[in-house]
């Protein structure tokens, strides 16, 4: 096996866990709206999700663990795509909001920040607004 083989192998699981956390928040409400669904949609297509995965990943008994990028900014995009899937049905309700929190520290931000940055997100998140963006209004 190539070394090539590894890493992509290694990004695939990374990309399964992340889709994984996108579905869990998306049921966290006890159903998928239809606007979730087309956003999953969308992320399964980014992230070359199988059809045979995004099924496995739907079922409730699976878990996945949050398997963090390596750098910041690639930590900040997954929390990003938390928060366009959150924002999708123009709703956060207190469940969503515990899980940003686990998903967000499962990420590698402390407690502190996980707070400052899930509220700043709250406050300037409209759903249409790009990673530029976003991750200028967070550092800024």
């Given at each position: ?86 924002f999708s049905d123009h709703l956060i ?48």
């Amino acid at each position: 096996m190539a070394i090539a083989d590894l890493y992509i192998s290694g990004e695939h699981r990374r990309n399964l866990a992340h889709f994984a956390a996108l579905a869990t928040l998306a049921a966290v409400d006890g159903e998928i709206s239809s606007e979730e669904k087309t956003m999953l949609d969308k992320f399964a297509n980014r992230l070359d999700i199988t059809e045979a995965e995004y099924k496995e990943v739907m079922k409730k008994e699976n878990k996945y663990p949050i398997v963090p990028p390596h750098d910041s900014q690639g930590r900040l995009e997954r929390l990003y795509d938390l928060f366009r899937l959150v924002f999708s049905d123009h709703l956060i309700d207190q469940e969503e909001m515990v899980l940003l929190k686990k998903y967000a520290i499962g990420l590698g931000f402390s407690g502190s920040q996980a707070d400052k940055i899930i509220e700043r997100s709250t406050a300037i998140f409209s759903g249409k607004i790009d990673f530029d963006d976003y991750l200028y209004l967070l550092k800024h």
